[in-house]
């Protein structure tokens, strides 16, 4: 499993994640903050966005990157991934 | 204080194997920006490359040698050959000792040190090939090139990422022109497409998915390429005793450092590059044509540097013609500023300024003539050339025509 989070909640994973990145508790972060707040900056940015990616197996465009500058942005992205995801193999496929 | 002559140039990277075929393309306009040989797999996600593409190793080393030489060392030693070649210069006497080789690299032997992981990691096999160090070293080239041309003096190897080869160079340039050696054969060399390395930038998310557009609105990242510049500096007094051809002058080198983050770029530090190199040179901006741009292509990179040449040119920067030639060799990394510093001396000897190509837009953030597409006939007497590192290292040459 997961070295960041056993949650099934999307935003308390993605939080998690960001906070593991940051070495910062994930109390220090809500679903409302903007990455500027957190003092997270564009490179941070990229380390959050490669954990994401291993996190969830997922592929995060560059301009899917570009939307992630916010908690909220981060999830979302991630939910939308994830869906494309699904469909993209529906189950029983190979 | 000895004034500083440029007596001989060696280029080979995706433009050609030489000067000739590299500036015939550079001239022209025409980027090798293309393919990737190895794509990877699963893919990367940027698909081209300016990979040294006519350049073939047998060519130029025997088996037996290339068993000692990476990649970057090969491209250093042919690059060095060349230009020592057209210097005329030989090593003998009390010159050998008075002869200095400083070169850069951001990451030298990469290859070897790849394949001695894939052995140990994946492969399990605890036997790494007995070469691997002196292949991986990062002065594998000056080292070669100073057995091979048997030169005793001062040499060593810089590794400031992106700006190695210009502080190579500038401290080349220091020392011809302090008296300290009378001649120096200086520059770059990088060869970056190693599997490992490649996954690495593309982590970082900096390369672009189709092209390097410097300057231009559309611009998505950079494109790496690999190659190798070298030049020979020679005290001019020295140079005119032996009626060799003075190709060009090095007159200025100056460097700073950002203290402002790991990657991202900052106005100031670039300007101080830039300003002190011009007070090295005892020059002032009105007496600069021509900016041989560190423009990579990324968002941040160019939008900086036109703020700050701005900074350090004032109401000069509209006069200036500007232009970064990655779009046409790659983003060379330690060997960026040697190649880009022979460009630049060829545009001041060829009264021709080699264009940005890939050029789409303007973008109103690098409003400054980038010399778009097409290289632009134009009576230049001084250049600078700037390189701007990863780390926030920056290092700029000025040039001059003889």
Same mark, same amino acid.
């Given at each position: 499993?997961?070295e960041?989070?056993?949650?099934?909640?999307?935003?308390?994973?993605?939080?998690?994640?960001?906070?593991?990145?940051?070495?910062?508790p994930?109390?220090?972060?809500?679903?409302?903050?903007?990455?500027?707040?957190?003092?997270?900056?564009?490179?941070?940015?990229i380390?959050?966005?490669?954990?994401?990616?291993?996190?969830?197996g997922?592929?995060?465009?560059?301009?899917?990157?570009?939307?992630?500058?916010?908690?909220?942005?981060?999830v979302?992205?991630?939910?939308?991934?994830?869906?494309?995801q699904?469909?993209?193999?529906?189950?029983?496929?190979? | 204080?000895?004034?500083?002559?440029?007596?001989?140039?060696?280029?080979?990277c995706?433009?050609?194997?030489?000067? /000739?075929?590299?500036?015939?393309?550079?001239?022209?306009?025409? &980027?090798?920006?293309?393919?990737l040989?190895?794509?990877?797999s699963?893919?990367?996600?940027?698909?081209?490359? +300016?990979?040294a593409?006519?350049?073939?190793?047998?060519?130029?080393f @025997?088996?037996?040698?290339?068993?000692?030489?990476?990649r970057f +060392?090969?491209?250093?030693?042919v690059? +060095?050959?060349?230009?020592?070649?057209?210097?005329?210069?030989?090593f003998?006497?009390?010159?050998?000792?008075?002869?200095a080789?400083?070169?850069?690299?951001?990451?030298g032997?990469?290859? &070897?040190?790849?394949?001695?992981?894939?052995?140990?990691?994946?492969e399990?096999?605890?036997?790494v090939?007995?070469?691997?160090?002196?292949?991986?070293?990062?002065?594998?080239?000056?080292?070669?090139?100073?057995?091979?041309?048997?030169?005793?003096?001062?040499?060593?190897?810089?590794?400031?990422?992106?700006? @190695? &080869?210009?502080?190579?160079?500038?401290?080349?340039f220091?020392?011809?022109?302090?008296?300290?050696?009378?001649?120096a054969? /200086?520059?770059g @060399?990088?060869?970056?497409f190693?599997?490992?390395?490649?996954?690495?930038?593309?982590?970082?998310?900096?390369?672009?998915?189709d092209t390097?557009?410097?300057?231009s609105?559309?611009?998505?990242?950079?494109?790496?390429?690999?190659?190798?510049?070298?030049v020979?500096?020679e005290?001019?007094e020295?140079?005119?005793?032996?009626s060799?051809?003075?190709?060009?002058?090095?007159v200025g080198?100056?460097?700073?450092?950002d203290?402002?983050?790991?990657?991202?770029?900052?106005?100031?530090?670039?300007?101080?590059?830039?300003?002190?190199?011009?007070?090295?040179?005892?020059m002032?901006?009105?007496? !600069?044509?021509?900016?041989?741009?560190?423009g990579?292509?990324?968002p941040?990179?160019d939008?900086?540097?036109?703020?700050?040449?701005?900074?350090?040119?004032?109401?000069?920067?509209?006069?200036?013609?500007?232009? @970064?030639?990655?779009s046409m060799?790659?983003?060379?990394?330690?060997?960026?500023?040697? !190649?880009?510093?022979?460009?630049?001396?060829?545009?001041?000897?060829?009264?021709?300024?080699?264009?940005?190509?890939?050029?789409?837009?303007?973008?109103?953030?690098?409003?400054?003539?980038?010399?778009?597409?097409?290289?632009?006939?134009?009576?230049?007497?001084a250049?600078? &050339?700037?390189?701007?590192?990863?780390?926030?290292l920056?290092?700029?040459l000025v040039?001059?025509?003889?």
């Amino acid at each position: 499993m997961s070295e960041y989070s056993e949650s099934n909640d999307l935003g308390t994973q993605v939080i998690r994640i960001i906070a593991y990145t940051q070495r910062m508790p994930p109390e220090a972060i809500s679903l409302d903050s903007t990455f500027e707040e957190l003092k997270i900056d564009s490179l941070d940015g990229i380390n959050i966005v490669f954990a994401l990616e291993n996190e969830f197996g997922i592929n995060i465009p560059d301009e899917g990157v570009q939307d992630m500058r916010s908690v909220r942005g981060a999830v979302e992205g991630v939910r939308k991934l994830l869906e494309e995801q699904k469909q993209a193999v529906p189950p029983g496929a190979a | 204080m000895n004034r500083v002559a440029v007596t001989g140039l060696g280029l080979v990277c995706a433009l050609g194997r030489n000067v /000739t075929e590299c500036w015939e393309r550079l001239a022209a306009g025409e &980027s090798r920006i293309g393919p990737l040989s190895d794509p990877g797999s699963p893919p990367y996600k940027f698909q081209n490359g +300016a990979e040294a593409w006519d350049f073939q190793p047998l060519d130029y080393f @025997s088996e037996k040698d290339l068993l000692m030489l990476e990649r970057f +060392a090969q491209l250093a030693v042919v690059a +060095a050959r060349e230009a020592i070649a057209q210097s005329g210069l030989v090593f003998r006497g009390e010159l050998c000792d008075r002869c200095a080789v400083v070169t850069g690299t951001s990451v030298g032997g990469q290859f &070897s040190e790849e394949e001695g992981y894939r052995r140990l990691y994946k492969e399990n096999n605890p036997r790494v090939g007995p070469f691997t160090i002196p292949r991986t070293m990062s002065n594998a080239g000056a080292s070669r090139i100073s057995l091979e041309f048997g030169t005793h003096g001062p040499a060593y190897t810089v590794s400031t990422a992106c700006a @190695s &080869s210009n502080h190579a160079i500038g401290q080349a340039f220091w020392m011809v022109r302090s008296g300290q050696v009378r001649a120096a054969i /200086t520059g770059g @060399s990088e060869a970056v497409f190693a599997e490992g390395l490649l996954r690495a930038w593309e982590a970082m998310r900096v390369v672009s998915p189709d092209t390097c557009r410097p300057f231009s609105a559309d611009r998505r990242g950079l494109s790496l390429g690999e190659g190798a510049g070298m030049v020979v500096l020679e005290d001019w007094e020295h140079a005119k005793a032996r009626s060799a051809k003075i190709l060009g002058e090095v007159v200025g080198f100056g460097m700073s450092s950002d203290a402002h983050h790991i990657t991202q770029p900052c106005i100031e530090g670039p300007a101080k590059a830039m300003h002190w190199a011009l007070c090295d040179a005892k020059m002032t901006a009105d007496e !600069i044509d021509y900016v041989n741009a560190h423009g990579t292509g990324t968002p941040a990179n160019d939008a900086t540097e036109v703020q700050a040449i701005r900074a350090v040119f004032g109401h000069r920067a509209e006069q200036l013609l500007v232009s @970064s030639t990655k779009s046409m060799h790659g983003h060379t990394l330690g060997a960026a500023g040697a !190649i880009e510093a022979i460009a630049t001396l060829l545009a001041l000897k060829n009264n021709l300024v080699p264009p940005t190509a890939n050029f789409t837009s303007t973008d109103p953030a690098c409003n400054l003539d980038v010399v778009p597409n097409r290289a632009r006939s134009a009576s230049i007497g001084a250049a600078i &050339s700037n390189t701007f590192a990863f780390g926030g290292l920056n290092a700029t040459l000025v040039l001059k025509k003889v």
